[in-house]
């Protein structure tokens, strides 16, 4: 077992005021500690996208300054029918049905001055449809940025489910 070490080999040449090369200085730098942090960085990042991408419910952050939709997952695209390359184009206003843009940036700067909120709200889909949506929304500081996110549950089906109950019970008093 003759591990090898890596090794970051840095050679300069040393020269004259003539300009000829008279010599060579050289330094060499144990780099293990530097690729087992970069190697530890690599795999959370890849935990981070993992569970950021895989997440049952639509994620989405927002630049809270200008409403323009910035990253999400994989299933806001599946959510909202749009392509991952047509969300990168819209603003939150293009797909909140609920709110118009005075009333969303005002929601919006609650949620920055206050951290957090949680609410329901309708949205439109590409093809037009409306689904019901439940929304988590915060604000959070990280690394001196100010991040404006949300987790978008669909709950379409059981706000159908929960009107169709009503109705029954309705049918059954009557």
């Known amino acids: 077992g003759n591990k090898k070490t890596p ?9 004259e ?16 500690e530097r690729r087992k942090m970069e ?3 690599k795999v959370s990042r890849a935990e981070y996208r993992a569970i950021f991408n895989k ?10 300054k200008t409403g323009k939709i910035e990253d999400f997952n994989e299933q806001l695209c599946k959510q909202l029918g749009y ?9 939150i206003t293009d797909i909140e049905a609920r709110e118009n843009k005075e009333e969303l940036k005002e ?13 329901e709200t309708i949205q439109k889909r590409k093809d037009g449809e409306i689904r019901n949506v439940r929304v988590i929304a915060q604000s959070i500081l990280v690394e001196e940025k100010q991040i404006f996110y949300c987790v ?23």
């Open 39 to 41: 190697n530890e960085l």
């Open 152 to 174: 978008w549950r669909d709950i379409t089906e059981s706000k159908k489910a929960e009107r169709d109950l009503e109705e029954s019970r309705k049918s059954i008093v009557e």
């Open 7 to 15: 090794m970051q080999v840095l050679f300069a040449p040393i020269k």
């Open 55 to 64: 997440n049952p419910d639509g994620i989405v952050i927002i630049n809270f």
């Open 17 to 32: 005021a003539s300009g000829e090369v008279t010599g060579v200085i050289g330094m060499i730098e144990d780099i293990r």
């Open 83 to 91: 392509t991952r390359e047509e969300l990168l184009n819209l603003n």
């Open 107 to 119: 929601h919006i700067e609650k949620v920055v001055k206050e951290g957090f909120d949680e609410f």
